[in-house]
């Protein structure tokens, strides 16, 4: 990813809004940000038995930078929590996509 300080502002903002979030549903988050910069991923492939992977893909900056994150939601506790799994720029998240790896990729481990 570039080293850009103007995406480090840009990041610096978006957790500033997420850190005071606590969503319920993933509709929610298409909520805050609106729908063109949230896309909730769905499932891997077409199988019934596949299950969703729980994953959103947030546009940054302008649809310069891209944040993939897998969700959860605890209704009992009234938490929600997100897990970075990528952080990228738009090409290379063309790349991972290309590759059918959104789903699963994991940068921070």
Not at 7 to 24: D, G, H, P, R, T
Not at 71 to 83: A, E, G, N
Request: glycine share 4%; net charge positive; with cysteine.
């Amino acid at each position: 990813m570039d080293d850009n300080p103007s995406y480090c502002e840009c990041l610096k903002a978006w957790v500033s809004i997420v850190s005071k979030c606590n969503w319920e549903k993933p509709q929610d988050m298409v909520a805050e940000f609106g729908a063109k910069a949230v896309d909730l991923l769905g499932k891997k492939d077409n199988k019934k038995t596949t299950v969703s992977c729980n994953r959103v893909v947030f546009d940054i900056k302008g649809n310069h930078l891209r944040i993939i994150a897998k969700y959860q939601f605890h209704p009992k506790l009234k938490k929600s929590r997100l897990y970075l799994c990528w952080i990228g720029t738009h090409k290379d998240y063309d790349k991972i996509c290309d590759k059918n790896e959104q789903y699963d990729i994991n940068m921070f481990n």
